[in-house]
Structure formats: C-alpha cells, structure tokens
C-alpha cells in the first residue's frame, strides 16, 4: 500500500535545485569540517543485556565500545571505558539491534527522524514520489541530517504514472502508459540515473484506495521480467508489490527479490518462494490500521476492505512461517503524524502469529539485513558492524513488545534519541 494519497504532500524541491545539491553538500563539508561530526568520536554502552538475531541468547552485563560509528569492542564488565568515551550507563536494560524497516515511504525530514526515534535505524524506502528517498539518504549520509540509513526505490514502476510525472520530465513521454517493454525499461533508466538502489514495481492493484481491488493482477510475467532484466543490468534488485496470488507468482516467476503485502498468497507461490530464496515483507501492521479508525487510512470502505484482508493475511504468514518463506518487517508507512504503524507492532505481529520472538526479532534485523543486500554491516552487535543499536527497557526475547519501548537509539554510532532518564 501507499498512503501518499491520503497524506498531504512535502515540499521537495525541484530538478533546477537538485542541481545545486553538489554545491550545497560542498558547503555543508566546508562547515563540519572543523567540527567533530557526531558519528565520531568514542561511546560505550555499559551495563547492557545484548539481545540480538545472531547471538540468539541474551549477552549479559556487557559493555560497547563504538568507535566512528562502528562496533570497535564488545567486552563483559567490570570495564574501564578509555578516557574522553561518551558513556551510557544502560543499567542493565537490553540493547538489541536497529531495527530495519523494508518498507517505508518517507519523504520529509521531520517524518526521518520519526522514524528513527522508533528505532528504526535502517530503512528500505517502497517509492516516494519525486526521489526525495535518494536525497535523504544522501543528506543522512554526509551527517546533515537526522534519520535512519536508506535504501532508496526512487519512483514506482505503475502503469500510470500521474503525479509521479513532476519527478523527471522525461517521464512526460510515457504519459499515456508504463506497459510496453521499451516504456518499462525506460523507468528503470530513469530511476538508476536518479541513483537508487532497487526497483519498486506492481504485479497486482493497490489496496489502500476504495476503488481498486487489490487481488487484480497489473503486471504480466512477461512485463516483470523486462523490469527484473533491466534492474539486474544496472546491478540492482526489484520489489513487487502484490496482495492478489496471480499477480504474486508472475513477480516470483519473473525473479523479484521480495513479494510486498501478499496477502492472497496460495501454498504453491509460497513454495517457489521458499525455492527462489524470494522473501515475503508482509506489512501485517498496515492492514491493522486499514482496519482500525485513524492511522494512516480513516475511510469506511478501507475498514471494511482490511477485516476481510486481515485474517487472510494473519493465515499466509502462518503458512508462509510454516513453508519456510524468509519473514521481513515492514511498516508501510511514511511515519507522518497520523501514522500508527511502527516496526515494533510488526515484530510483535509476527510473534502473536507463530514466530518465536528470537524468529521475529530476526525478521526486523539479521533476515531483513540480508534482504536489503547489507548483512555485512547492520542487523547484529558485532565486532566491525555499524553501531545501530537501540536500547528497550525489557526482554525483546521474552516479550517482542519490550521493542515499543525506545530509550536510546544510535544509528552509526550518532546517537538519534536518549531518553534515558526517563526509564525506570
Ligand atoms: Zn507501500
């Protein structure tokens, strides 16, 4: 789903000042250049609980030491933290790994940081509209701005493109259509010149809008493939929105890496996922808030629409979990004010429908870090990986909804919130 259509859009600014950027980013390196950003320098976590996928068990009493935003140190105290560290006292509360969220649409700065201060330190965006994903994670990156790390889809393959036009003029001369072969390939171009890093396509209709139906397939195999083929060639994987079982199994056919939503999936899709290595992001939360007054969607044809997505969908993670499809949290939200659905509520979904809470905690870290290509930097406290930690005040491991509950975050090394005070 998408809830750009229901939320009020952000200033984003132009191509003419998108062509600027190089010289505004020059300036913001010019100004930091004497301070000392804050991803550097040393922190230690003391008196931590690590709660994290790849441990499996709980690490107690520990200490972190991070240095330029990596994980220089992990040791069991007493500790002496070295002179001039920035220390945090966790006080015997968990630290557990940032959490990723595969499936974001955010698009303003204030909606970044809200973001983060869920805990969220990485996130896999699922389009926005006008490649505002591609420059957040390049402002987060230099250190100009607050938010989680982003892995940017750039504007969504559809068949009508509409509004997504203002992105690149370009896009002008496919206005009547994205459905033929060169007119497919065309807008991955455009996306991998914008500098994304995967593909955002369709292979059914949307569900978060009263007049589609989101069991109808949009997107032949055929037309897929030419998407996938083109991605692959600019080194970068495909996401397939798809609730219908059609739709769905044309996306895993055509060599997507991950189904999104899925709500329909039949036993066989879910087989040749399981065979493919295709991982499913099955935005459970989502569906909940379609469900429920307020939230991101607040229309009573939507209500009734996700009480009969819900226990179809609550039944495909079951069976999904039990064929052995790789599980990943995504919120599918743009975390605007009105938005409800976080991560924590996703990893606790998952939980209440099966997964042990050490498989859903891994859904939101390790698994989900795999999906998004970065296994090898993010989603564990290790030794050499980026220091994405958030501390929770109980045991994720015996309750995921402990993960609700954000005291500290820190997104490589920088610390994004600590309200640590207010703990205990
Ligand atoms: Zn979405």
């Given at each position: 789903m998408d809830p750009r259509s229901v939320v009020r859009r952000p200033h984003v600014p132009s191509s003419a000042a998108r062509g600027r950027w190089p010289l505004f980013a020059a300036l913001v390196l010019l100004c930091a250049s004497g301070a000392v950003l804050p991803g550097q320098g040393v922190v230690v976590l003391r008196h931590a609980n690590l709660a994290d996928g790849a441990r499996g068990a709980i690490a107690t009493n520990a200490a972190v030491v991070i240095r330029d935003g990596l994980i220089a140190q992990v040791e069991s105290e007493p500790f002496t933290p070295p002179a001039g560290a920035t220390v945090i006292d966790v006080g015997g509360r968990y630290v557990v790994p940032g959490l990723i969220d595969a499936h974001t649409h955010i698009s303003t700065l204030a909606n970044a940081r809200r973001a983060l201060e869920s805990g969220v330190t990485t996130v896999r965006s699922?389009?926005?509209?006008?490649?505002q994903d591609v420059a957040l994670r390049d402002l987060v990156k230099q250190g100009a701005v607050t938010g989680p790390e982003v892995v940017a889809a750039g504007v969504f393959i559809t068949p009508e493109l509409g509004e997504t036009m203002?992105?690149?003029?370009?896009l002008g001369a496919l206005k009547d259509g994205v459905v033929t072969e060169s007119a497919l390939r065309a807008v991955v171009r455009i996306n991998l010149e914008h500098g994304v890093n995967v593909i955002k396509t369709r292979g059914t209709e949307r569900?978060?809008?009263?007049?589609?139906?989101?069991?109808?397939?949009?997107?032949t195999e055929q037309q897929l493939a030419w998407i996938v083929d083109e991605a692959t060639k600019g080194g970068v994987p495909v996401m397939a929105h798809a609730h219908g079982d059609e739709g769905a199994y044309a996306a895993v056919r055509a060599g997507v890496r991950s189904i999104e939503?899925?709500?329909?999936?039949s036993d066989s899709t879910l087989a040749l996922m399981r065979q493919r290595g295709t991982f499913l992001v099955p935005t459970y939360i989502t569906v909940v808030d379609l469900t429920r007054?307020?939230?991101?969607y607040d229309n009573p044809i939507l209500t009734l629409r996700g009480a009969h997505m819900l226990p179809r969908l609550a039944e495909t993670v079951q069976r999904a979990h039990r064929i052995g499809v790789k599980l990943v949290t995504g919120a599918d939200t743009d975390y605007g004010p009105e938005s409800l659905s976080r991560i924590a509520g996703e990893v606790a979904s998952l939980a209440e429908l099966g997964l042990t809470p050490l498989e859903a905690l891994r859904a939101a870290t390790t698994v989900a870090a795999e999906l998004l290509g970065i296994g090898a930097r993010t989603g564990a406290i290790q030794?050499?990986?980026?220091?994405d930690l958030v501390v929770v005040e109980r045991n994720p491991l015996q309750d995921p909804r402990a993960l609700a509950d954000v005291l500290v975050v820190l997104s490589n090394g920088r610390i994004g919130l600590n309200r640590l005070p207010f703990g205990r």
């Open positions: 699922a389009s926005t509209s006008n490649f203002l992105a690149d003029a370009r569900a978060g809008l009263p007049n589609t139906d989101p069991r109808k397939q949009t997107y939503h899925g709500t329909y999936l007054p307020g939230g991101d030794v050499g990986m980026e220091a």
